[in-house]
């Protein structure tokens, strides 16, 4: 594809409910990473896939969020009962293997908790 | 812990003055530094990586491991400078960026 998609690019919820963002990253890049940026705050690393597996969840906040990833392609990043915390832009990128941390990064999905 | 810390949340300068915005991390194994940016209504993107050595749009940065500085220099800025930037850590063997809460650079005509 022409470069990592990410959809919905904006997304108003209601507290309580579970939301899903979407991640299409670049076709052949085996690496897909989850990024949170915050009001005021930095990128903050969510989670890392390298092909369908996921070795590095550390930055997951807590067992609200999940991620998973299917055919080494598309990646769904899940947040269960949102809480207006979570209001957010969450950004996908993906990387090659072997040119490690060259990341290509999506517009990113706004969301915003009521 | 990792961390990777930009003082300037804001920096403002002249058309064709210099500029510097700093990067200052934590880290006790073997640092890779990147500077990403992100211009007004586009995605954020690498700027330039410390092992490559390069100059990218008339920025340079140094590694220097003796002061864990990365700071971002440009001899004469131009407006388009203006957009916001992040510098970024890889750690050894991992994967993940840890990111600093970056600096927004506005160039003044």
């Known amino acids: 594809g022409a470069g990592v998609s990410q959809s919905p690019s904006n997304k108003v919820t209601e507290k309580g409910k579970d939301v899903e963002l979407r991640c299409d990253p670049i076709s052949g890049h085996t690496a897909l990473y989850w990024y949170r940026q915050s009001l005021g705050q930095g990128l903050e690393f969510l989670i890392y896939?390298?092909?369908?597996?996921?070795?590095?969840k550390s930055g997951l906040p807590s067992d609200r969020f999940s991620a998973e990833r299917t055919g080494g392609s598309v990646s769904t990043l899940t947040i269960q009962r949102t809480q207006q915390e979570d209001s957010a832009v969450y950004l996908c990128?993906?990387?090659?293997?072997?040119?490690?941390?060259?990341?290509?990064f999506g517009a990113g999905t706004r969301l915003s908790v009521l | 812990a990792q961390r990777v810390t930009q003082p300037e949340k804001l920096l403002s300068v002249f058309k064709g003055a210099p500029v510097e915005l700093k990067c200052n991390y934590s880290y006790s194994g073997s640092p890779e530094l990147f500077w990403y940016v992100q211009y007004s209504r586009q995605r954020l993107q690498l700027l330039l990586r410390?092992?490559s050595r390069e100059s990218i749009k008339g920025f340079t940065a140094d590694l220097n491991k003796g002061e864990t500085s990365f700071h971002l220099k440009k001899p004469f800025a131009q407006e388009e400078d203006s957009a916001m930037y992040y510098c970024a850590l890889s750690l050894q063997g991992a994967q993940k960026l840890v990111f600093g809460q970056g600096t927004r650079l506005t160039i003044n005509p």
């Open positions: 990128a993906s990387s090659l293997r072997g040119t490690k941390n060259i990341q290509y």
């Open positions: 410390h092992i």
């Open positions: 896939f390298q092909g369908n597996s996921a070795p590095d």
